[in-house]
């Protein structure tokens, strides 16, 4: 099956610091969504992006399918940015999510 | 954003009871939807396809017969962990997907326990 890996596996940031979260994927996808899970376990959409580029304020997201990869950006950091990012992709349109082993962000202030 | 909701939001049971955990969506109708369950600080693991109208279809290794899905409705999706184990404590979370834009949402979770 598809293999998802994130890294870094953890991160520490101080408030105030950009950082990059990657995502591998080993097949070609259709889909892919970036994910924050907050302490109590809600998933917050942040990107759907298959390809090309995003932005939303402080965050953004690229992604480059050909050579299967996926970055999310995350500048100024903040404390309510802490929890554990996902990123989740789908094969072949059949909506049937694979979920990466996910990066867990402690930002302190 | 949609909201897909999933009743409860916990729950304690005793081994060898059943558990039935719903997942609605709230402002969109989903012909199908995905349970998820999550481990503590592991990632989520797909479970099954639910589909309105017709059987679910389940990851593999996952017991059908243990996990029964039924989609009734348009939107809603039920699991039900049948003689439950303390090995089934776990987080289940559903999720829908839009098609227009392209999203998949995704709810609160259920965090099961069983003793």
């Known amino acids: 099956g598809i293999q998802v890996e994130q890294s870094p596996p953890d991160l520490i940031l101080q408030e105030g610091a950009n950082s990059t979260l990657r995502c591998n994927f080993s097949d070609s996808v259709n889909n892919l969504q970036w994910f924050h899970q907050n302490p109590w376990g809600q998933l917050i959409n942040l990107f759907y992006i298959p390809s090309g580029t995003k932005q939303n304020g402080r965050l953004s997201a690229t992604t480059v399918a050909t050579e299967r990869y996926s970055l999310l950006y995350i500048s100024s950091s903040q404390t309510t940015d802490s929890g554990v990012y996902f990123c989740?992709?789908?094969?072949?349109?059949?909506?049937?999510?694979?979920f990466g082993s996910g990066t867990k962000l402690n930002v302190k202030p | 954003g949609a909201v897909v909701s999933q009743h409860p939001s916990w729950v304690i049971c005793k081994s060898g009871t059943s558990v039935k955990i719903e997942c609605r969506s709230l402002?969109?109708?989903?012909?199908?939807m995905f349970w998820y369950r999550q481990f503590p600080k592991q990632s989520l693991m797909l479970m099954a396809t639910s589909n309105e109208g017709s059987k679910a279809t389940y990851e593999q290794g996952v017991e059908k017969d243990k996990f029964l899905i039924n989609h009734a409705s348009l939107t809603l999706s039920t699991l039900t962990v049948t003689s439950a184990h303390p090995e089934d404590s776990s987080f289940y979370i559903c999720?829908?997907?839009?098609?227009?834009?392209?999203?998949?949402?995704f709810g609160p979770g259920t965090r099961l326990t069983v003793t």
């Open positions: 402002d969109f109708q989903a012909t199908t």
């Open positions: 999720s829908a997907p839009i098609s227009d834009p392209y999203e998949q949402y």
């Open positions: 989740a992709v789908d094969l072949n349109n059949f909506n049937k999510f694979y």
